[in-house]
């Protein structure tokens, strides 16, 4: 996402007011998706939505390669949209996860250490995205991104978090 902006300016050819209508269909794929996470968990567990939330952000991202010519902005709105849904919900069951595990004396520290851990990665990310796209393209950055999101879902889907999470949190009570 650290270099979405130079894909839809130069690579897209969008101008800043469809830059601006793109991110806001995001944060309403955002927002959606925190409105209804809880009810994602309560209709087929939290466990099932940490291991198939991500899969809809990633399908997300990987609509953003199809955005080209005059469609492109609808086409990277509805993306960034679906990238967001996905996120946005896994985010708030995993942090509703940790929170409901962790002891009240630790939930600070254990706050901390997360961020550190996700914020850290983002910043390998960023750097990482920008160097893809200096040496071979914006659009190969977007499509590393792509594979990056893929890998982490099949990574997700390996494990055996789902089963686990289901076990300690049991079913919700909304």
């Known amino acids: 996402m650290s270099i979405f902006v130079l894909f839809a300016t130069r690579d897209l050819k969008m101008t800043s007011a469809s830059v601006g209508m793109v991110y806001a269909a ?22 099932r939505v940490l ?3 991500p899969i809809v952000g990633a399908c997300g ?4 390669l199809l ?8 086409i990277t709105a509805m993306g960034l949209f679906f990238y967001s849904l996905g996120e946005t919900s896994f985010g708030v069951n995993m942090q509703t996860c940790r929170q409901e595990v962790t002891p009240t004396t630790m939930m600070g520290r254990m706050d901390t250490t997360m961020r550190l851990c996700f914020r850290g990665m983002a910043s390998l990310g960023a750097l990482s995205g920008g160097y893809i796209a200096s040496r071979f393209g914006v659009r190969a950055a977007i499509f590393g991104g792509v594979v990056g999101l893929c890998l982490t879902v099949m990574g997700l889907n390996l494990t055996r978090l789902k089963e686990r999470v289901d076990a300690v949190v049991g079913p919700l009570d909304l």
């Not at 991202?61 to 953003?64: R, Y």
């Not at 955005?67 to 609808?74: F, I, N, V």
């Open 26 to 47: 995001g944060g309403f794929g955002g927002a959606v998706g925190a409105y209804a996470a809880g009810h994602f968990a309560k209709r087929w567990s939290r466990g």
């Open 51 to 53: 291991v198939t939330a």
């Open 61 to 64: 991202g990987a609509i953003l």
């Open 67 to 74: 955005a080209s010519g005059s469609s492109a902005a609808l």
